[in-house]
């Protein structure tokens, strides 16, 4: 005969705690102390406990999952290396807590068809990442669900909980380096001006090339993809020809840019020095291995996801803006 599955009451028997802190360390929230998280985790594994997610779910009207939604098409999902430390970190967390990852990514949503996903109870709550101006999700007064931004959002409301860099600052140091490093006619190849990260980071170029009083002329707009970056980079460089130094808003279009510069016989770095942005793997599998500028991409994902666990655990004390630190990290390339 089979025995009976292991009860929450039991593994808050065995670990001489409540129910309500079994529940509470099987749900991730941060109000447990170190010592009770451990004694709990034993008492699961001695029992072999596994939590009844269904019933679990009838009971509390939750469904048990997070959503990520990522308004980009699939080729820049998985083929730029942000994503997957972004993921990682997300995942890094997630597998701390009883909280299973749903992954939509829409370029497109007829229909508003996110959110009506959002809405209609299959997550409890969402991680929005690699947003653009217009999309609905920063702008929608009614959504109730609770969301975590991974970047400033550019909406005009200011209650959105979101973890960024100071993409100003990050752009200024990228900038500034290659003012340091002597280089004259400095140009730039930006990401998508739609979007907080481009013109956050257009924005810390041309102030720190207006501090060194030099032209802020050399700008070519692109899509943060290695495509796009090479069709900017040969429109700037047959604009600009005595160009010396450049600033790549992101490490996987820097590689594209690279391309160009070998296709047009420059050298790098004595004919032109070359700044990327994120510290990817990008950056250290290119042919020439980037000085970037470091953001921290999968503890920014970490800390999201703990943010919006602590929301859903009921902290009333969760920050809104979360601004982690960035660095010049220095390799051949500048």
């Known amino acids: 005969m089979r025995s009976a599955a292991p009860t929450l009451e039991a593994v808050a028997r065995e ?16 109000k447990v102390s ?3 998280v451990t004694a709990v985790n034993a008492a699961i594994a001695k029992l072999n406990y596994v939590p009844n997610r269904a019933a679990r779910s009838l009971a509390s009207r939750t469904s048990g999952a997070i959503a990520l939604i990522v308004p980009e098409d699939t080729t820049r999902f998985f083929g730029d290396p942000y994503f997957a430390a972004i993921v990682q970190g997300i995942t890094r967390r997630l597998d701390e807590s009883d909280y299973l990852l749903n992954l939509l990514v829409a370029s497109t949503d007829p229909g508003h068809k996110t ?12 991680l929005v990442v690699s947003h653009h101006e217009g999309d609905e999700l920063q702008h929608d007064a009614g959504m109730t669900l609770p969301l ?3 970047g400033r959002p ?29 280089r004259r006619r400095i140009g730039t190849i930006t990401g998508p001006l739609d979007m907080p990260a481009g013109i956050d980071r257009l924005a810390g170029f041309r102030q720190a090339m207006e501090a060194a009083e030099m032209p802020v002329d050399a700008v070519e707009t692109a899509d943060f993809t290695a495509a796009g970056a090479v069709a900017a980079t040969r429109r700037l460089l047959d604009r600009v020809p005595d160009l010396d130094g450049l600033f790549v808003a992101s490490d996987l279009m820097a590689t594209g840019a690279l391309a160009v510069l070998r296709e047009r016989g420059r050298s790098v770095p004595d004919d032109i020095a070359v700044v990327g942005f994120d510290d990817s793997p990008a950056a250290t599998s290119s042919a020439i291995p980037l000085t970037t500028v470091h953001q921290p991409s999968e503890q920014m994902g970490f800390e999201m996801a703990d943010l919006l666990l602590r929301h859903l655990a009921g902290d009333a004390d969760v920050p809104r803006r979360n601004i982690m630190p ?4 220095r390799r051949a390339s500048a």
Do not use: C, M, W
Request: net charge negative; proline share 1%.
């Open 15 to 30: 670990a001489k705690v409540s129910r309500a802190t079994v529940s509470r360390v099987v749900n991730g929230s941060p």
């Open 34 to 36: 170190a010592d009770v």
């Open 115 to 126: 959110r009506r996903y959002l809405r209609s109870g299959i997550v409890d709550g969402a």
């Open 148 to 150: 975590v931004f991974g």
């Open 154 to 182: 550019s909406s005009e409301f200011d209650d959105h909980i979101f973890v960024d860099v100071d993409n100003v600052e990050g752009g200024q140091l990228g900038t500034r380096h290659l003012v340091d490093l002597g």
């Open 326 to 329: 960035t660095r010049l990290v």
